[in-house]
């Protein structure tokens, strides 16, 4: 393979000059005719530069890591699926982790941005943990970009319009005769768009939400707070569940505690994954813009990496409803 000593060499120049030639360098003190020389040296020799060193020198890896709680989450696969495309366009690789040491606070996470492993991070926080306190653990916030877990006043931030998929949600369970509408949240104090956007449609229809759980976003939290709701004797006709994996528990414990959906119990989920459709009845959820989210955080990444200021952005793109089985008309 040629090397940089071979270019310099074959043009007759020292190997700084003819890195610095190479490099684009405007200040290297060097005549029109060298700089020609080492160019038609390095296209014979067909020299290729060691991205990696160069890389090292500029304090780049042109890598970004996404850190998401779980990555068996069916939800983090579209967002992936946009951060590695647009990652990818920008001249960036795309790491993932999801262990408890790529989380904010724990020794790995530390490493990742201290070390340079990586030019940045997009960073989904746990459900449940402190928005502040994760920024405050943060070594360098400011190549880090909350997705969905923010704002905080010094990192970047790029959200879903989850008021607007709430509603939206509420709204269609409202147009099919519902007005007994519970809701499904996140831990107490996350998710609080959600729930504004649940009020807001029941506010419009003169009515006010008087059946809320909040006890996180994953399968067994759906069936706990099914449990809590539909086991009272003044239980509601349906739920917006604040999350599709939450609303595959909430399916198996209705199924468990014999109430039938949608003949007895309405079910519509924020967040559209293909094997809502396999379930028995199939879910009706809202569709979110996963992939202007992926692409609007490594957009806003990169503007950090490259010095600019804190932002935080939410995302226009469409919410849909897709119609499944699991909502019936009154």
């Not at 709701?229 to 414990?253: C, I, K, Q, S, Y």
């Amino acid at each position: 393979m040629t090397t940089l000593k071979d270019v310099a060499e074959h043009s007759g120049v020292s190997i700084s000059i003819a890195s610095r030639i190479l490099n684009g360098d405007a200040s290297v003190r060097a005549r029109q005719e060298t700089k020609d020389r080492v160019v038609r040296s390095a296209e014979l020799l067909r020299y290729v530069p060691n991205s990696a060193g160069r890389n090292l020198r500029r304090s780049r890896t042109n890598l970004i890591a996404l850190v998401v709680p779980d990555v068996t989450n069916a939800t983090f696969a579209g967002l992936a699926s946009a951060i590695e495309s647009e990652a990818v366009g920008r001249g960036y690789l795309m790491l993932l982790g999801s262990s408890q040491e790529a989380q904010p606070g724990a020794p790995g996470f530390a490493r990742v941005l201290e070390e340079r492993r990586v030019d940045g991070v997009i960073l989904q926080k746990h459900d449940g943990a402190d928005a502040e306190l994760v920024a405050r653990s943060l070594s360098d916030p400011r190549r880090v970009v909350f997705v969905n877990s923010g704002p905080v006043t010094e990192v970047s931030s790029v959200a879903l319009p989850d008021r607007a998929a709430a509603r939206l949600a509420t709204e269609y369970l409202q147009r099919h005769g519902h007005e007994c509408i519970g809701f499904v949240g996140g831990l107490a104090g996350t998710g609080t768009e959600r729930e504004e956007g649940v009020r807001e449609a029941l506010a419009a229809a003169g009515s006010a939400l008087e059946f809320a759980t909040h006890l996180g976003y994953t399968l067994a939290a759906g069936r706990d707070a099914a449990r809590i709701l539909l086991t009272r004797p003044n239980r509601p006709t349906a739920l917006v569940v604040a999350n599709v994996n939450a609303a595959f528990g909430v399916l198996l414990e209705a199924r468990e505690l014999g109430i039938r959906v949608p003949d007895e119990l309405s079910i519509i989920a924020i967040h559209d994954v293909e094997h809502a459709a396999l379930t028995d009845p199939g879910l009706t959820t809202v569709r979110m813009p996963m992939e202007q989210l992926g692409r609007a955080a490594v957009a806003a990444l990169v503007r950090r990496i490259d010095g600019g200021e804190v932002e935080h952005l939410t995302v226009e793109g469409d919410v849909e409803v897709i119609e499944r089985g699991s909502v019936r008309e009154l």
